[in-house]
């Protein structure tokens, strides 16, 4: 008969940090990154159709010092928008993954185990305390706080499970030993074990 999984891991007593908690501060540089480069590219998107105007209006004047002075123009407007987008892009990514992994991070630590109910919890009040802050009238703003709630808990909940799925898979091997008697590290581990499954 085989045992029943265990769907939460339990802290030890003498560690001061979960083992699979995501470090907040690497996942907010990475949220910081991919807001650069998602804002940047959106406002550089954007101003494909602004480009298109410029190049009309070069079109219908002959003087070369005009058509200078309107494409270092457009040229200018261009930069000043997509460094404002990838800015303001990477402020608000960033800031919603450090809330997003703090978050975790605190209720995995005060709850004293690392299951899919952490994730869930700080994706539904990451996004509920995100649609607060949207602006608009209050009655608006109480529906993106309840749409933000409910959306962030039915969209965390799959990627929790995942990632405690991808947590257990990666910490199996932690805990066997190597040939010579060390601890092996994670990726040795499952090294080891896909070698063990070739040769059977």
Not at 169 to 195: C, M, P, W, Y
Request: hydrophobic share 40%; glycine share 12%.
């Amino acid at each position: 008969m085989e045992a029943v999984e265990k769907p939460e891991e339990t802290i030890p007593g003498n560690s001061s940090r979960l083992a699979g908690n995501p470090n907040w501060g690497t996942a907010t540089v990475v949220g910081v990154f991919a807001g650069l480069l998602y804002g940047g590219s959106k406002e550089a998107s954007a101003s494909v159709s602004k480009d298109a105007e410029v190049m009309l209006k070069m079109g219908s004047t002959q003087d070369k010092r005009e058509q200078h002075r309107l494409m270092r123009d457009a040229m200018e407007k261009r930069f000043i928008r997509v460094t404002r987008g990838s800015l303001i892009g990477g402020m608000r990514l960033g800031m919603f993954t450090a809330s997003f992994f703090s978050l975790q991070n605190f209720l995995a630590e005060t709850r004293g185990v690392h299951d899919v109910f952490n994730v869930v919890g700080a994706g539904s009040a990451t996004a509920a305390v995100f649609g607060l802050i949207m602006p608009g009238s209050l009655a608006w703003r109480a529906r993106n706080v309840l749409l933000g709630s409910v959306l962030g808990a039915t969209v965390c909940f799959p990627l929790g499970w995942l990632q405690l799925k991808l947590m257990k898979k990666a910490n199996e091997g932690n805990n066997d030993t190597s040939h010579h008697g060390e601890v092996t590290s994670g990726v040795g581990a499952a090294i080891e074990r896909l070698e063990q499954q070739l040769r059977k």
